[in-house]
């Protein structure tokens, strides 16, 4: 596969270098790291550290019912900017533990009966496709498996066909896979699913796991036509650990779709029989979650719109692209990447050595990545050929000379 090399038009254009020093100079990992990581988890700026802290130290003075009452305001802020942020209402957020957490509540939630299809992509997220195996075991679903095109990503017209013939209680897509850096072609996966149920209306649900784009590329719940839609706040957001978020379709909620274990923030115990769920996507949250880190979420989330999100992919998306030129010159090295769309997760394989080592010796170095393994993504590891991957993840705040220092410690690691 051939990469762009001219490169460097864009990468200056985008931010300006002021920018970029005031980027890094409100992020404090970025004095002590070479930051490669930020599909695992993005550094925090500053700011979204000081709101946790504070929030943590206001728990400690006046209690913690108590400062979650006080900063009531703060917390709604939450919903107000994740709607922003995917162009829906606040009412059809909730606020989960992570992207996985999301993902769970909203699958719990579908009313499959035994024989029903869940129609998937094979570079699905490990998680979920465990969670396909669980139901599979436990209640005799059936998992229905979309092709690929030759490019790489899936097949549409083997989407559309599968849709007619199985009419699967489930479709469920995930953006862009954890140890790759495709990106799925989720605007005409939209255009079909949206076509489908012109004619089906009712018999199959969509959710979009957008896990590893939120952050890094715009997310328009109205144009990508998905019920739910699930993403995690510790990425390419740079939010907390530990936070993630569920979009919930208005008509997924006038359905009456609710988790399987819906609790009392979710639902009001009317008779001794009897409970009224909530309304909103409050139906999908836990009564007890982590104020602090929401509040965190919240800022980082305002710090990602404020920049602009359209900017912000354009940086990721030219600095992964420069990254894997720089890696396609070097011996015995393999840039595993591939489809129409690629984004800011670069992954390779080096003939004769092995992930751990590689990872282990980068962060002697002192620069972040991860080692990614065939029980990650059997489908996609195996028809590559290999049983493991780095990933390295640039975001915005990276520069040019810390790719050039990853990529002088690749060639010295694996010389």
């Known amino acids: 596969m051939k990469f762009n090399n001219d490169l ?28 490669l990581n930020n599909a695992g988890a993005g550094l925090m700026p500053d700011i979204v550290t000081r709101v946790q802290l504070d929030h943590i130290q206001l728990e400690a003075g006046i209690g913690g019912y108590e400062a979650a009452a006080l900063k009531a305001t703060a917390v709604e802020d939450f919903y107000l900017q994740c709607a922003r942020l995917l162009n829906c209402k606040p009412a059809n ?15 719990s939630s579908i009313p499959f009966k035994r024989g029903d299809v869940i129609l998937t992509d094979t570079d699905d997220f490990v998680s979920n496709q465990i969670q396909f195996l ?33 009419q699967p209680r489930l479709l469920a897509i995930t953006h862009i896979p954890t140890n790759s850096g495709l990106v799925q072609p989720v605007s005409a996966i939209a255009a079909i699913y949206h076509h489908y149920n012109q004619q089906h209306a009712g018999k199959t649900w ?43 379709a208005d008509k997924a909620l006038a359905a009456g779709l ?9 639902a009001e115990w009317k008779e001794k ?12 949250e836990d009564w ?13 989330i305002q710090y990602c719109l404020d920049i602009g ?54 962060a002697k170095r002192k620069i972040n990545t991860v080692p990614s393994y065939r029980a990650f993504g059997l489908i996609d590891f195996d028809e590559k050929g290999v049983d493991w991957a780095v990933r390295a993840s640039p975001h915005y705040y990276n520069t040019i000379e810390e790719i050039d220092a990853f990529i002088n410690s690749i060639r010295e690691i694996c010389k």
């Open 258 to 266: 609710e988790p399987m274990f819906i609790d009392m923030r979710g």
């Open 309 to 362: 999100e359209e900017k912000i992919g354009q940086r990721v998306k030219s600095l992964s692209g420069f990254m894997r030129d720089q890696l396609m010159q070097l011996p015995n090295l393999r840039v595993l990447d591939r489809g129409p769309e690629l984004c800011g997760l670069v992954t390779f394989h080096v003939k004769g050595s092995n992930a751990k080592y590689i990872v282990d010796e980068l």
């Open 93 to 107: 957020i909730a606020f989960t533990a992570s992207a996985t957490d999301s993902y769970t509540r909203a699958l």
């Open 206 to 248: 969509y959710i979009l796991d957008a896990c590893q784009s939120a952050g890094q590329m715009k997310l328009d719940v109205q144009a990508l036509k998905c019920d739910f839609l699930s993403i995690t706040c510790r990425k390419f957001l740079r939010g907390p650990r530990g936070t993630g978020a569920l979009f919930i």
């Open 8 to 35: 460097s038009e864009p990468l200056i254009n985008i931010f300006s270098p002021a920018e970029i020093n005031t980027f890094r100079n409100e992020t404090q990992g970025c004095q002590n790291v070479i930051h």
């Open 288 to 300: 007890e979650f982590a104020y602090a880190t929401l509040l965190g979420t919240a800022t980082a």
């Open 273 to 284: 029989d009897k409970y009224r769920q909530q309304p909103t996507a409050m139906r999908f």
């Open 134 to 166: 669980s139901l599979k075991k436990r209640m005799g679903i059936k998992i229905v498996h979309i092709n690929n095109a030759a490019c790489g990503g899936i097949d549409l017209n083997d989407l559309d066909e599968k849709l007619q013939k199985f």
